[in-house]
């Protein structure tokens, strides 16, 4: 039976998409008309900062309700900027939302003419961007990720060096960048070769190694090896002195939201470098995330789902979100799966059955969930279940019933006595 559908379509009035290039970008305005027509202005702009500045005032003008773009690469940035230090309403939206029907010509005109379309028949969602000192915040946090893993790729260029030479320090040593490591270092780029002069450099615990580390020391290490070190030497150093200024730089930007960032450092594998990252990449406005359950699935630490016919297709697999949050909420997993904690027990209960990976991808979205309630609600306090919390919400009776069916498998007949 057919029924009635009464379908109105909400058109924004004034709307303007832009195709952002490197240097010049194109702009389409599309404004209501005489009756149902709509009137539309394309024009190409540089990316320059007088010419943005002059287009941002053409839209104000014009009374632009709402201005959508395509992320593309960093070029998007200083235009949304500019455009929302006018008091413009700028969307950021996902190029993948935006596709063209197969057949359709492609043109930079044309790629702003289809996302104004789009736009304005309100099609299109906005990416998550974060007010400007949670960008501030986030700028820093990310270059100093980026440089741990310089630091850590020069680390493993050193000690590929010392193999090179036959130095076999990294075997009896944990940690050569350590207090002997670096004193046995430096002693060889001064030229001392005697393996035990260098093993007698040694300091607190590894002086009970001395013995194996006159037989590491016994390679073929010279003038080429140690130019080549102390220049490695001198770029860790480098790293580490940045590392410690963009800490204090952190502190600085964090000073803001530091209850935000004590209140997310109680809960297990996160530390307070850990929770300046998380809050760098998801703000503390959880006003723009409804629900835990779209914060997780706008950071991919939810499974997707495909089904057809009424089957279920597919890994299952959370696809690729923040690759920073990604690997905070990773290294978080696993500091807590080492505690006797909550998120511990369901790390390790759930790495018996499906696999580590698995269990990392729901620890770090149970971590998720408890940040966002904690983040919604100021008076919200984290507490912790504890290891024991399935086992007391377990049915005793459910329990019994799987331990005889096991033992019957197994071919036992299992008759059960009450304890005394």
């Given amino acids: 039976m057919l029924v009635e559908s009464e379908d109105s379509e909400q058109i924004i009035a004034r709307v303007a998409a832009l195709d952002i290039g490197k240097a010049e970008l194109v702009c389409c305005v599309r404004v209501p008309g005489r009756g149902t027509r709509r009137l539309q202005e394309v024009s190409t702009h540089s990316t320059m900062a007088r010419s943005l500045t002059e287009l941002a005032n053409h839209l104000v003008e014009s009374g632009v309700q709402r201005v959508v773009m395509e992320a593309t690469s960093d070029y998007w940035k200083p235009v949304f900027y500019l455009l929302e230090a006018h008091g ?3 969307w950021l939206v996902n190029a993948r939302d935006v596709k063209h029907l197969p057949g359709r010509p ?21 990416s998550f961007v974060p007010p400007p000192p949670i960008r501030q915040l986030r700028d820093l946090t990310r270059y100093r990720i980026d440089l741990v893993a310089t630091r850590t790729a020069e680390r493993n260029r050193v000690e590929k060096l010392l193999e090179d030479a036959c130095i076999k320090l990294s075997v009896v040593a944990s940690d050569i960048f350590g207090v002997s490591g670096r004193a046995m270092m430096a002693a060889l780029i001064a030229g001392e070769r005697d393996p035990k002069v260098l093993a007698q450099l040694a300091r607190s615990r590894m002086r009970t190694k001395i013995g194996r580390l006159e037989e590491a020391f016994n390679g073929h290490f010279n003038a080429h090896h140690g130019f080549l070190l102390t220049r ?16 204090e730089q952190i502190e600085v930007y964090l000073a803001p939201f530091a209850a935000a960032a004590a209140r997310l450092d109680e809960i297990p594998g996160i530390g307070a470098v850990a929770a300046a990252i998380i809050l760098a990449e998801i703000g503390t406005d959880m006003s ?9 699935s706008w950071a991919k630490f939810s ?4 089904s057809s016919a009424g089957k279920t297709k597919g890994t299952a697999s959370t696809g690729h979100g923040n690759r920073y949050l990604a690997q905070i909420l990773g290294e978080a997993a696993i500091a807590a799966s080492r505690t006797d904690t909550f998120l511990g027990q369901r790390y390790r209960r759930i790495a018996r059955r499906r696999g ?6 729901a620890v770090g979205r149970s971590i998720l969930v408890i940040i966002w309630h904690l983040l919604t609600d100021p008076d919200a ?23 005889i069916r096991q033992l019957e498998a197994l071919g036992y007949t299992v008759t059960l006595t009450p304890a005394a």
Wanted: glycine letters at 4%; one cysteine or more; charged letters at 25%.
């Fill in 356 to 361: 580590n990976k698995r269990a990392l991808v």
């Fill in 303 to 306: 499974p997707g789902i495909q």
């Fill in 88 to 90: 413009l309403d700028p």
């Fill in 106 to 126: 492609k043109t930079d005109v044309l790629d702003a003419v289809w996302l104004a379309k789009l736009a304005e028949r309100q099609m299109l969602r906005p």
């Fill in 381 to 403: 306090t984290f507490i912790d279940l504890g290891p024991d919390h399935y086992t007391k919400h377990l049915n005793p009776e459910t329990k019994r019933r799987n331990h």
């Fill in 288 to 296: 723009v995330f409804p629900t835990a359950g779209h914060l997780c």
């Fill in 232 to 247: 490695m030497l001198a770029r860790l150093d480098g790293i580490d002195a940045d590392i410690a200024v963009l800490d």
